[in-house]
């Protein structure tokens, strides 16, 4: 930990943002240390880390100081990690939270996930070495007061009036892009019976799953038209993981072995138009969503239900939902919508909601 220096947090001219992952822990070699939960941002020139609650908490340490990565899967009880194996400190480096370290290497933990496009990212970094290429501008010079504990500033007035700028831009994305959803993820019973079904069909056996046995439950995922399922530890939270979700939604509508919030199932629907994939997301005026073609003809759809009402005389939506073949909700939404559209009226009584032909606008 003594390699990294105080920072601003804010990117230096020349410097491009590469991604970055809230809830990450940092820890000096195998001690914790006091950053336990904080924005990771990878640039192309850093590895910059900023506490989530305090924000003026923040350190850096450049990528030419890596001297290579490795990663550590997730256990029990423990989240999946990063190590970075570092250079030993610079005898020039700017002042940081540590003096000193008996380590050569910091651990990244990953608590809300993300680690397998981070390490991705930060390995390409590595090989291209774009700081090299990409010299960066002026900085702002920053001191680290240790009564006080804060951040102060020196510099041009109109160079920390841009900087100031830039911050209050870079913390409204990391905001946007990293809202937390804060639900307890929950599995539908069809992903259940699925994956019992699977890992049934694998672990006939005692013992580690062998090579062949993980070649046949690839086959299955493949079998499904799943070839790469969408999950939080390979995209994390956040809006890349609801675009790359939309797409694969729109392919299969399930994703199976991974447990899908209903917030994260219609943040990805909602995508599913802007993204131009063959599906959208329908919401009708009650508030019900359903999923829909974007080829779906809604005339036609109102056309036929006027069609099978006027053939019975009148319909509920439960007996209309029995004669088509779809659930009592989407029966009645189509119904309603055949209403609004001036086709069908209703019969409200103690007896329930009864469809009706508009003879009114058929008959003078």
Known sequence: MD??????GLLEMGETLVIQQRGVRLSDGEEKVKFDSGVLLLSTHRLIWRDQKNHECCIAVPLS????????????GKSAKIVVHLHPASSNKEPGPFQSSKYSYIKLSFKEHGQIEFYRRLSEEITQRRWESMPTGQTMQVNKDSQAGRVRAVGIVGIERKLEEKRKETDKNI????????KL??????????????????????????????????????????ANPVTRETYGSGTEYHMQLAKQLAGILQTPLELLSPEDLVNACKMLESLKLPLRLRIFDSGVMVIELQSHNEEEMVAAALETVSE???????????????????????????EKMGHLCRDDSV???????NLFLTQS
């Open 185 to 226: 993820m929950e599995k539908a019973k069809e992903m259940v019976e699925l994956s019992k079904s699977i890992a049934n069909k694998i672990k006939e056996k005692q013992g580690d799953i062998t090579e062949d046995e993980t070649i046949k439950f690839k086959s299955y995922l493949l079998s499904m038209g799943i």
């Open 65 to 76: 100081q890596i001297v290579f990565i490795e990663e550590q899967a997730a256990g029990i």
């Open 3 to 8: 390699r990294f220096s105080w920072t601003t």
């Open 312 to 338: 019975k005389g009148s319909l509920t939506a439960d007996e209309f939902a029995k004669l088509v073949g779809m659930s009592v909700l989407l029966a009645k939404e189509r119904l309603l919508l055949a």
């Open 351 to 357: 007896e329930g909601l009864r469809f009706y032909p």
């Open 175 to 182: 905001s946007e892009a990293f809202e937390d959803l804060g």
